[in-house]
């Protein structure tokens, strides 16, 4: 057996019969048998500071740290104003 793990994170929501619903699809051929690991929060949700704050720290994201994805720069685009 084969020690290495591949994680893949994604959001669901645990319905009233406490089965999970995931918001996509996974990218796995299956059948296949996998581990889960359910993170949560004792509050009913996140506010976007938590969620940002979350995906901050998350390593999945470690990546974007690489000079080679800062692909732009603050000339690029336009900016835009929300005028509601």
Same mark, same amino acid.
């Given at each position: 057996?084969?020690?290495?793990?591949?994680?893949?994170?994604?959001?669901?929501?645990?319905?009233?019969?406490?089965?999970?619903?995931?918001?996509?699809?996974l990218p796995i051929h299956g059948p296949k048998r996998v581990r889960v690991i359910v993170l949560y929060s004792p509050i009913?949700? @996140?506010?976007?500071?938590? @969620?940002?704050?979350?995906?901050?720290?998350?390593p999945s994201f470690d990546f974007l740290k690489d000079p080679?994805?800062?692909?732009y720069t603050l000339s690029d685009g336009k900016p835009y104003y929300d005028e509601t």
């Open positions: 057996m084969d020690a290495t793990l591949t994680a893949i994170e994604m959001a669901g929501t645990v319905d009233e019969c406490h089965q999970l619903q995931l918001d996509g699809l009913d949700e @996140w506010n976007e500071k938590e @969620w940002l704050d979350t995906a901050t720290l998350n080679e994805e800062d692909i």
